[in-house]
């Protein structure tokens, strides 16, 4: 099998069916792919809306029907990683549109490119409503709007969303096997995210590169109740949910990428500084992300570190020297 794309729901029987239509138009040639849907909790008729719809459609690839009860995309998305079979991972929300391309493209891309890790593109948005006049400056906390970049390899702090997101199922397996995600991400109704930065994070500490192409692109659908303030508020105080742990990452990132003299130097610096910002002697010297550096480097002082990143470093072996 060369591609599995993979669909999370939480109730998502009035908003896939242009999913799942567009799905079953995609321009496959000699591609063989499997549509998974996990049901994540669904209280709605999700599976039998899916199952019915993709029957009047033909069928056009086998569905397979996979159950996660823990809440969570996160560990909806490992879940379904787990059950598929084809060698490339599309994650496709439920009510994203993909172009007809999209599946081909991405297996091309990924044959291309054989260290790139996870790959994607960009939504573009439409609704059943007008569009406020505040949206526009929102867009990018939607997944939507084409960002200001050629087609290439991403350059260091741009990271991949996780809508229409392509990844390599075996590399996906081995960055969660054995440490789960930090995150849970949308967890119901719950507006929690970072999901889909996390894994751009691993992507790249294990040693993978992400690509971004303006050929993958989708429409993303956002109903009228999407588009209300009240909804907005609660999207953006999502996305501070996961700040302790992505800012774990990318120091692991950035301490990865450093020269041996740069880690040198970061190590004697936090070692020096350490001894006063535990005593608070220092204000503006942060103890926590010093006791971090050390314990990324060396092993050592283990119990005053950030948690988030001892987690990342007994679950993925990064081997900062």
């Not at 729901?9 to 321009?27: F, G």
């Not at 391309?101 to 593109?121: D, I, M, T, W």
């Not at 081995?174 to 991400?185: I, N, P, V």
Request: net charge neutral; hydrophobic share 40%.
């Amino acid at each position: 099998m060369d591609t599995s794309v993979v669909i999370c729901c939480y109730n998502s029987a009035a908003r896939i069916v242009p999913t799942l239509t567009h799905l079953a138009a995609q321009e496959l040639g000699s591609l063989s792919c499997e549509l998974l849907l996990v049901d994540n909790k669904c209280t709605d008729d999700t599976v039998s809306v899916v199952e019915k719809t993709w029957q009047d459609l033909g069928s056009p690839y086998p569905l397979i029907l996979v159950d996660e009860p823990k809440p969570g995309l996160s560990h909806a998305r490992k879940t379904g990683v787990g059950a598929a079979s084809g060698a490339f991972i599309v994650f496709c929300d439920d009510d994203n549109w993909l172009s007809p391309g999209y599946l081909h493209e991405v297996a091309n891309l990924f044959q291309k490119y054989p260290r790139v890790g996870a790959l994607g593109g960009y939504g573009m948005a439409c609704s059943d409503a007008a569009f406020p006049d505040w949206f526009s400056a929102f867009q990018h906390g939607y997944a939507v709007g084409k960002p200001d970049l050629d087609t290439g390899f991403l350059p260091s702090g741009i990271y991949l969303t996780g809508a229409g997101m392509a990844v390599r199922r075996e590399l996906f397996l081995k960055l969660f096997d054995r440490q789960d995600s930090l995150l849970t991400d949308r967890a119901g109704k719950e507006l929690s995210s970072g999901g889909d930065t996390e894994i751009c994070l691993r992507v790249l500490l294990s040693g993978y590169s992400l690509y971004y192409s303006n050929d993958l692109h989708f429409r993303h659908f956002i109903p009228k109740s999407r588009l209300r303030p009240e909804y907005r508020d609660r999207l953006f105080q999502g996305f501070t949910s996961g700040a302790s742990q992505i800012n774990a990452y990318e120091l692991l990132w950035q301490l990865k990428r450093a020269s041996f003299a740069s880690k040198v130097g970061a190590l004697v610096k936090a070692s020096f500084r350490l001894p006063f910002s535990r005593l608070g002697l220092v204000a503006r010297w942060d103890a926590r992300r010093d006791a971090a550096v050390i314990f990324a480097l060396t092993g050592c002082f283990s119990r005053w570190a950030d948690t988030c990143v001892i987690q990342i470093c007994n679950g993925m072996p990064i081997q900062l020297w």
